[in-house]
């Protein structure tokens, strides 16, 4: 069948936007390398090393209190520029930094990065894909970013296995950076895809939906005309995007405050947030302890988080091929009703597998079955639906308080699990994590339609429909 649209042109635009995934992911992670290093060298109490890790997730906080706003006034191309040059300025930063306290500033810096380019990259990929594919060029976004946390620990390795070999770069700032202080290296080579995403975005062209909303169309059916084979098709789509926003004065907080909208807003926060309670991010974040409290050695327990780490990039790229074809809803139902099954197994093995003699490797099982369907669901899901049930006009502005619901629901779930872990024993977090479980599901059953298929602007005619 012959496509009416240009998919290797489409490919390129959702790799480039993804590309800012892989940043986020990379960010997050390479951190674990540089915790005991960084302890050491400057001496940290265990408030300053928590701060030091959680640092950049008030950057965040930040970045995505303030992405939507950005990008609906100055457009989602050059906010992904700005992403992009927080991400460098935070690399070189990190790398060539005099002290803690200019440390903890580079790594806030960005953690702004991270919070801007969360909602943009998936944003600026649903405004730019077709219906039929949307699904899929979105979720490229998520694999991205499971690839910048294995990225990030695979650099970590090597760096670490080059300042054990003591090379002699007969220059004192090398030598600092990859060999006596080799935590700037990992912290400095996100330079490399920092700097390639810079230049890179330049490339790609704005959003068209955003320039029709800017009353620019001659721009976007200049870039309309290069998505879709032909004028006509190009046409229907501008027309489309202009009948749903077309004689609209509202204020776009007024927008949000219409009775449909607002409901879509308070939907999609309440996914963002609970979806951090159930037990995706302990799961990536305090596997290693996880496994330890369960009697593993610290190897075995890095080897498993290594595995839990590959069976999360596969897994996302297995939902991104089959995602618009089965449809968001029903990967929501499979995957989280397997979530619930992997967790109550696994609070089930801390309860009887020390007395039942079960072996660790069941533990891993569970947990990889744990993985697997939370990929396969809702971590490939979400920023999906986030990024399509927005009108145009507020699309943007949505997105942040969606996303800063879900990096609320971070910050918690990382400061609660050690208590939680502690507190409420292994076996009643992972319970507590399965009961989160129930409401998420029912929330997407009754209250989100099923938007496979469906363009952006027959999704936004569902919600101003709406009047309660």
Do not use: H
């Not at 090597?158 to 770069?169: H, I, R, S």
């Not at 397997?338 to 003699?357: N, Q």
């Not at 929330?443 to 919600?463: A, C, F, H, N």
């Amino acid at each position: 069948m012959k496509l009416n649209f240009n998919l290797s042109y489409l490919v390129f635009l959702s790799v480039v936007a993804a590309l800012g995934g892989f940043l986020f992911g990379y960010d997050t992670a390479v951190i674990s390398g540089t915790i005991s290093q960084v302890t050491q060298l400057f001496r940290l109490d265990t408030i300053q090393q928590g701060w030091y890790v959680g640092c950049a997730l008030v950057g965040s906080i930040a970045g995505v209190a303030c992405a939507g706003i950005l990008s609906d006034r100055i457009g989602r191309k050059y906010t992904m520029i700005i992403s992009a040059v927080l991400f460098s300025v935070s690399a070189i930063g990190c790398a060539l930094c005099y002290n803690f306290g200019q440390l903890v500033a580079y790594r806030i810096i960005g953690g702004i990065g991270i919070g801007i380019v969360s909602i943009i990259s998936p944003l600026y990929i649903s405004e730019m894909s077709v219906a039929q594919y949307r699904g899929r060029f979105v979720s490229l976004y998520q694999l991205a970013i499971t690839v910048g946390f294995l990225g990030a620990y695979l650099v970590n390795y090597q760096l670490l296995a080059l300042a054990e070999g003591k090379p002699d770069f007969n220059n004192v700032w090398l030598d600092k950076i990859f060999v006596s202080e080799i935590w700037r290296g990992m912290l400095g080579m996100e330079t490399l895809p920092a700097l390639l995403f810079f230049l890179i975005v330049f490339f790609i062209p704005e959003s068209p939906r955003w320039l029709i909303l800017q009353r620019k169309e001659t721009q976007a059916r200049n870039i309309l005309e290069r998505i879709y084979t032909s004028t006509t098709e190009a046409i229907t789509q501008m027309n489309e995007t202009k009948s749903v926003i077309r004689n609209d004065t509202k204020s776009d907080w007024s927008v949000l405050l219409t009775p449909g909208i607002r409901k879509a807003v308070i939907i999609g926060s309440a996914i963002a947030i609970l979806g951090q309670f159930m037990g995706v991010n302990a799961v990536l974040y305090y596997g290693p302890s996880i496994f330890e409290n369960a009697g593993l050695s610290s190897g075995d327990s890095l080897f498993y988080q290594v595995l839990v780490g590959l069976v999360n990039m596969l897994t996302t790229l297995l939902a991104l091929v089959i995602i618009d074809k089965v449809g968001r809803k029903n990967l929501v139902y499979y995957g989280v009703s397997g979530m619930i099954l992997s967790l109550v197994f696994i609070a089930l093995y801390f309860i009887y597998g020390g007395s039942l003699s079960i072996p660790n490797p069941f533990l891993l099982i569970f947990f990889l079955l744990y993985v697997f369907c939370c990929a396969i669901s809702i971590c490939a899901v979400v920023w999906v639906l986030l990024s399509e049930m927005y009108p145009t006009r507020v699309r943007g502005l949505a997105m942040s308080i969606a996303g800063f619901s879900l990096w609320i629901g971070t910050y918690l779930i990382g400061q609660l699990t050690p208590w939680m872990l502690r507190n409420l024993t292994p076996a009643g977090t992972f319970i507590l994590f399965a009961v989160m479980c129930i409401p998420y599901i029912l929330i997407v059953w009754k209250m989100i339609p099923e938007t496979t298929g469906k363009s952006l602007e027959e999704i936004e005619r569902y919600w101003t429909k709406l009047k309660n």
